[in-house]
């Protein structure tokens, strides 16, 4: 199962001493490279959705195409929001395969950035997802990305860190100690010395932003005191405008196409560079081993309504249908009524949740827990509930007495 729990996957990289590459994609082109060069170099590979990439684009069209790419892959994969504006704009991404976020509250101050992470935790954990929090202000240098992270650095304080990870409960920390978003002009200098002491402190994977334009030798360093992942994209844009560049010299910029050849092979080139460097080569195997796997659960729901008639059946199964879909981590709500007039069970609701977690956790958002009291229970009390996960597929003829079909 390629998706796998992002928190397992930076707990292995962690505790192994590599670095997973966390790189932003805004195309069709940049998934196809990122993941082209994940299955080279056999990769765990994090897929960053940064909002503010996609202002006139269609996220909604664009998720099943990264749903799709994981799915398909034989290389762990993680579908991570970053930099989300909102925490309801983290449930809608929540809802459609992301398994981490990080909502944008490192420009707030600390007790904000820590009210605002804390409610963003305590909504994704109730869907299993892992959460990145922010402490400290990495800002933007020229070029890609400035404009969206203005002012000047603020170091992560050491001081302020514990007790922000332990009122938060956040999986990841995402620290400032140097780097900047976009394009650095010369060699940033970072403070090594912090990044130890924060890292003995805490005990979890640390997290950097602007992961352009470190030497080996950097990168080598902030492995070593705990960085595991790395979020990376100012030079994958840099690699993709010098190829059109190259294409419109070839090409005379005629056509569009011809502009945009072969991006997906530059951008694969250099995410293929940075996995070997950071170490995450070659882990592909023993993360689908030892990681929990992510796979959305079926919810099957069939009960009978008494007491009521047809009408008043309808609005409460409508009823139903809007306070599932409302609650965070459902992907989708099937309301349904037996064709079959005898049918044991007349009603149901087969909701899909993001995560097996849901199962437990659903019944107790308030907004059910409300609805599910006053009304279902009036109507209903005998209800039948099964939950389904998608079967590891299995070829016939591993099991002894079956033939593969003939074609
Ligand atoms: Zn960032």
Known sequence: MPLVDMKDMLQHAYRHGYAVGAFDFVSLDF????????????????????ESHFSSTDIELLIPAVEA?????????AIHLDHSASIDNAVKAINRSCNGVKVDAAHMDFTENTQLTKTMVETAHACGVAVEG??????GADGENAERH????????LAEAKAYVERTGVDFLAIAIGTMHGDVKGKPKLDYQRLKQINEKLAIPLVIH??????DDQYRRLIANGVAKINYFTALSKVAVKKIKENTRADNGCAYTGLLKDINHAVAAEVERCMRMWGSAGRAAEVLAQCDSWAPVEHLVMFNIEGMDKAGADILMAEGQRVLSAIPGVREVFSGEAIQDNAKYHYTWLVR????????????????AAFNTKLLRTVSDKRVTIDFQTMQARTASAVPGIQQAQA
Not at 35 to 42: K, V, Y
Not at 150 to 157: C, K, L
Request: charged share 10%.
């Open 31 to 50: 998934l196809e490279g990122i993941m082209m060069a994940a299955e080279n170099a056999r990769a765990p590979v994090i897929l960053n959705l940064v």
């Open 353 to 368: 949740f993001c995560h097996s977690k849901l199962v437990d956790s659903y019944q107790q958002h308030p907004a059910y």
């Open 134 to 139: 922010e402490l400290g202000c990495v800002p």
């Open 150 to 157: 203005p002012g000047d650095i603020t170091y992560t304080s």
């Open 69 to 77: 790419a994981a799915a398909r892959a034989l290389v762990p994969v």
């Open 210 to 215: 602007g992961g352009t334009g470190l030497s």
